[in-house]
């Protein structure tokens, strides 16, 4: 201590005292420090990064663009080479919308322009060649059939781009929408929208004429945009749009080879003159045009070829100009006729059109017994025969042989559809509901007080019952009962009185669970199986498939303008060949010439509300065929076991089965429903599912019955079966009820189908106890490739008007 001052000694830290924890930038290092302490020793994890093949930042970034750029490429080139030298014409469908315009003027605009050449200008005008110096295009324009739906899909399925033409006040009617939504449904190529008539309206009626059409368009299309066709100069104006639009592409015919025909020749053979060769003249589009593939023309089935030929082009880009000279035209005419042939058929590699198997009875049997041996045997058995019959207590073997055998036939398997009686029966109860409304009516319209009133008289119509088939009426009450049975009380059937439930319903089986319980896919198949083809894997197969058509292939290149020589063709194809209806061909993957079980993925359209019965016989568009079948309705759910549907439901997507040939999917269907009168209804759309005839669909009916006698946890049930056995039989099935509960059959009581039941709780009076039991079911086969062409719209606008006043 100095001056009085103590010194304080600096504070020493103890040995409990922790260190300070050093002070941390972020929470990792950096990419630099990491590097710069690792010294270039690579972790697992990074080597494993390199191969997947992960890149870094601005690697990732360049591949982006390299793609832009491809894919930009891609778009140009596809662009510059339809219509081309190099690629076939522009195919341009010109279809009207409208029952009161025509499309003869469009298309004279369009021939008329002055800097293009017409080529294959028939006499109607329905179709011709345009070679467009100023665009440097070929295109090919063809008019369809006011009303012929089957020639708009058709051409459709080919075209390039769809021309509409439109009416000026009301854009497209009741028929020009049906076109629409069948088109949108198989799969819309580029469109272009005109209208004519809209400079000969007055001036101020020109622009809500305008704003109606727009505000009609932007229904469909929202980015549409109609073009005006009055003038040569807006022709030229559509023709540049439609050369310079981006094309839409349609999976399913960039796969195959397709093609139009342009002209048709028959040749009948020596032996009869009902059956030739076809020779098809068209630019092949899609991929390679091989020979030794099938070719299937739409509308009439699948076919062999010969020989493709090459003869010269009939839409040069740069016609050649001759100077006129002393037999030149007798050189070019030799010129034209000499034809190369460019490919003839292999037959070692050509594929056969065996659309089905002939199934061998003798297949999987044991070795065949000689005749010793069956002779052998009939004589044991007339030895040791010895007959079953029912006698009563006590008789003799003397009696019994003096006893005459029933010929009732209750033995006999019954070969009526299950399908039927159930419908039958939902009738009866149908009728018995109906008849105790009608009791009721007739009840309160007697106690009412009558009074009187003065009605103006009404204007009658003398035509209108003349329009009105009354047997479909009839039908479709029918069909509405049925499907409003159905809804009320689904899958309920009641069990027969004359017939025992054990003899009924053999076919059927009790599922502890829908979900969960096994079942054979193999088990009790029909004979139809035999005839069918199976993939022992479809997406495999499908995927190979693809595969090998990115390798490259022989035969004619897309654009070669080629005559298609076609073996063992009728002549009703020949005969059915017009300008106004399309020739189309397409050939055929391997395998898609053979028939199996195909499932299709369907959704009901708006425009439908009709009731549509399972088996019902309907008209489809399956990629590019067109063909008759019953098709079979069943849920979409993701299990092993699909529930069969009796209607085809609203507002849900089903699965319809069918026999028909194959067809890789990704292809769209349309199921059509024909009238009586030949109109076709738009019933569903969809695509195809897969090909698989080991998908299990299984049909369910429920048994119903009623509480007698309500304990505490067991129940008298009734009305269910009708005899002691019957309960004995379907003892070992649980049961359920609406309300929840579940139990089981404990014993029957009585004779009359009374049984006492154990539930996992007391019952509810006004409960009802279900039964559920299941078969599998098949399709029908009823394969069809004819179908028939529909009437037109025209003649059957007034058959439509009344039934949809029925409906109404």
């Not at 060649?129 to 008019?143: A, D, H, M, W």
């Not at 369809?144 to 439109?166: C, E, Y």
């Not at 007798?330 to 000499?338: K, N, R, S, T, W």
């Not at 539930?759 to 509810?764: E, H, P």
């Amino acid at each position: 201590m100095e001056g009085g001052v103590a010194k304080q000694e600096p504070h020493r830290p103890g040995c409990f005292n922790r260190p300070k924890k050093t002070h941390k930038a972020g929470r990792h290092r950096s990419k630099g420090a990491v590097e710069r302490t690792s010294r270039g020793r690579v972790d697992v994890k990074i080597i494993s990064k390199k191969l997947k093949k992960e890149l870094k930042k601005h690697d990732r970034r360049h591949q982006a663009s390299q793609r832009r750029l491809q894919s930009r490429e891609t778009v140009l080139a596809e662009k510059r080479s339809l219509g081309s030298r190099d690629g076939p014409p522009h195919l341009v469908a010109v279809i009207p919308l409208h029952g009161g315009i025509s499309a003869q003027g469009a298309l004279r605009l369009i021939r008329s322009d002055e800097a293009a050449s017409v080529f294959n200008s028939d006499e109607s005008g329905e179709s011709f060649g345009l070679v467009s110096s100023r665009f440097k295009r070929r295109f090919y324009f063809i008019r369809v059939n006011a009303g012929d739906i089957h020639a708009v899909l058709d051409l459709a399925k080919v075209a390039d781009t769809l021309l509409f033409v439109l009416d000026p006040y009301e854009g497209w009617d009741s028929y020009g929408d049906f076109c629409l939504s069948c088109l949108f449904a198989q799969g819309l190529p580029s469109h272009v929208f005109v209208v004519q008539g809209v400079n000969d309206l007055p001036i101020k009626k020109r622009a809500e004429a305008k704003r109606n059409l727009s505000k009609i368009l932007e229904r469909r299309f929202l980015d549409a945009k109609p073009f005006h066709l009055d003038t040569e100069q807006e022709a030229t104006l559509v023709i540049r749009h439609m050369a310079m639009q981006k094309q839409k592409h349609l999976t399913f015919r960039e796969r195959r080879s397709y093609l139009l025909a342009q002209h048709v020749a028959f040749e009948a053979s020596e032996e009869s003159g009902l059956v030739g060769t076809l020779k098809v003249s068209g630019y092949v589009r899609g991929q390679n045009l091989d020979v030794n593939k099938l070719v299937h023309i739409v509308g009439h089935g699948d076919f062999q070829m010969s020989q493709v030929d090459g003869p010269s082009d009939p839409m040069p880009m740069n016609p050649k100009v001759t100077k006129k000279t002393p037999g030149a035209e007798e050189l070019v005419a030799e010129m034209e006729e000499d034809v190369k042939v460019l490919m003839k058929v292999d037959y070692s590699k050509q594929q056969s059109l065996e659309t089905e198997v002939v199934p061998d009875p003798m297949e999987g049997e044991q070795t065949w017994p000689t005749d010793e041996e069956l002779k052998e045997a009939d004589e044991a058995l007339k030895a040791n025969k010895k007959i079953v019959r029912k006698v009563p207590k006590g008789t003799s073997d003397y009696q019994a042989a003096w006893i005459v055998d029933d010929e009732d036939g209750e033995d006999e398997e019954e070969e009526s559809d299950d399908d039927d009686d159930d419908m039958e029966e939902q009738d009866l109860m149908g009728e018995a509901m109906s008849q105790a409304s009608n009791e009721s009516d007739d009840e309160g319209e007697a106690t009412e007080e009558c009074e009187t009133m003065t009605l103006p008289e009404s204007v009658r119509d003398d035509n209108y019952d003349e329009k009105i088939d009354e047997s479909e009426e009839r039908e479709m009450l029918e069909k509405y009962k049925q499907e409003r049975m159905d809804e009320m009380f689904p899958d309920e059937v009641d069990t027969p009185k004359d017939v025992a439930a054990r003899v009924r319903f053999q076919k059927f089986r009790g599922l502890k669970s829908f979900r969960a319980s096994p079942w054979d896919p193999k088990e009790n198949l029909p004979r139809d199986y035999a005839r069918i083809f199976q993939f022992q894997n479809f997406t495999r197969t499908r995927k190979r498939i693809f595969n090998e058509l990115s390798e490259e292939q022989e035969g004619a290149m897309p654009g070669w303008y080629v005559t298609v020589h076609i073996c063992n063709v009728p002549l009703s194809v020949m005969e059915s060949y017009k300008p106004q209806a399309p020739l189309v061909l397409f050939t055929l993957l391997p395998h898609e010439q053979k028939l199996s079980v195909v499932h299709f993925l369907l959704r009901r359209h708006a425009s439908n509300s009709g009731p549509v019965k399972s088996k019902e016989e309907m008209v489809f568009h399956c990629g590019c065929r067109r063909f008759r079948a019953p098709p079979l309705y069943s849920q979409h759910t993701a299990a092993n076991k699909f529930k069969y549907e009796r209607f085809l439901r609203s507002n849900a997507t089903v699965v319809g089965t069918v026999y028909c040939p194959i067809t890789f999917p990704p292809a769209s269907v349309l199921m059509f429903k024909q009238r009586g009168n030949g109109m076709q209804d738009l019933i569903a759309t969809g695509s195809v599912l897969k090909v698989d005839p080991d998908r299990v669909i299984v049909k369910r009916i429920t048994l119903s019955g009623h509480p007698f006698k309500i304990m505490t946890k067991t129940s008298v049930v009734r009305y269910m079966f009708f005899n002691r056995d019957d309960v004995l039989w379907f003892k070992p099935v649980e049961l359920r009820t609406k309300w929840g509960r579940r139990g089981h059959i404990k014993e029957p009581l009585g004779t009359h189908g009374h049984m006492k039941c154990l539930f996992d709780g007391q019952l509810k009076s006004q409960d009802t106890v279900l039964m559920n039991l299941y078969k599998r079911v098949f399709p029908r086969w009823a394969y069809d490739p004819h179908v028939p062409e529909p009437v037109p719209w025209e003649k059957c606008e007034d058959s439509i008007d009344v039934q949809e006043v029925a409906m109404d």
